[in-house]
């Protein structure tokens, strides 16, 4: 919960706290598809 309540707040936050928030996605992004490469 904690992760989408920060995305949440960056929106908010300006453009620097969603630059962040997109960069945290991204990074997710890639671990998903590494993990789904992986299997």
Known sequence: MS??????????G???NSVAAILVLFILLVIIVKAFKGY
């Open 3 to 12: 992760g989408y309540e920060y995305v949440g707040g960056a929106y908010n």
């Open 14 to 16: 300006g453009y620097g």
